[in-house]
């Protein structure tokens, strides 16, 4: 794990990048950042948290650290140690946390709550959307540190997502007052959706997907396919992180789409 810090004094505000090892966009964005500062009015520190994954390209070494919070300081788990080491150097903190997926190419949110200042947060960064994660936290960041927003910055390797991530970076800091930059003007409403069941995917050759990430289904539609087998809505709702490969045993999440941000 790699801190760094700009501005004096006991930061309140962190960046994390590179939870999972074959996500860099995090890692990059904050290089991009500490090579570039901006001026700052308050201290804010940046970690590049599993760099054992990152170096070996892989998700994860032993057990996924954003599903081992609050961690283990004494287990044999590379990711559990690592979770209780993390969940103490963000305690006390806003955090962002920078993320990308196979499943979409823009930004968006994800929050446990949103609570006033999520709402603020979110309002103040150039995401598509927010997805509330409330009930589905286990094991994850939420659950162990109060204050998270993260970012999921486009897909997963891409210059695209390593350039969204400084971007998010940089507006995040705008937004907490770490630096005096202007957020961006929104000029669209925010759509804001609850993360909903997983959708199971069973062990196949080849798999696909049919329907477009925040986009209704209708019930009765097909979402997607294991080789011939088929998956298909057996409600209306709205896809969230849906790909093909992105996870082993699921091809993503359903959600229901409860309120608009102005």
């Known amino acids: 794990m790699r801190i760094e810090q700009l501005g004096d004094g006991v930061p309140e505000v962190a960046v994390v990048g590179s939870i999972h090892g074959d996500e860099p966009c995090g890692r990059d964005g904050i290089e991009a950042v500490l090579a570039d500062p901006p001026e ?46 993390l969940a103490a150097e963000l305690q006390d903190c806003t955090v962002l946390s920078l993320h990308s997926t196979q499943s979409y190419d823009g930004m968006f949110a994800l929050v446990d ?3 006033s200042e999520m709402e ?48 998010v970076i940089r507006e995040f800091l705008a937004a907490t007052g770490v630096s005096a930059e202007s957020p961006p003007q929104r000029d669209r409403p925010l759509p804001v959706f ?45 896809p969230v992180l849906l790909s093909a490969y992105g996870y082993e045993d699921v091809f993503g999440f359903t959600a229901d789409r409860i309120g608009m941000l102005d």
Do not use: M
């Open 40 to 85: 700052v009015e308050r201290p804010v520190k940046f970690i590049i948290a599993n760099e054992a994954a990152l170096d070996a390209n892989k998700r994860y070494l032993d057990t996924d650290l954003n599903r081992s919070f609050p961690g283990d300081a004494d287990s044999e788990s590379q990711e559990e140690r690592l979770a209780a080491a």
């Open 113 to 115: 709550d949103l609570t």
């Open 120 to 167: 603020a947060l979110c309002s103040a960064i150039s995401v598509d959307a927010v997805v509330q994660t409330k009930g589905a936290n286990e094991g994850r960041l939420f659950a162990t540190v109060d204050s998270v927003v993260e970012v999921e910055c486009g897909y997963q390797g891409s210059a695209e997502a390593a350039e969204n991530a400084e971007q």
């Open 194 to 238: 609850q993360l909903g069941k997983p959708i199971p995917k069973v062990a196949a050759d080849q798999y696909e997907v049919f329907v477009r990430n925040f986009e209704p289904v209708p019930e009765g539609d097909p979402v997607a396919a294991a080789d011939d087998e088929t998956v298909v809505a057996e409600e209306p709702f709205h």
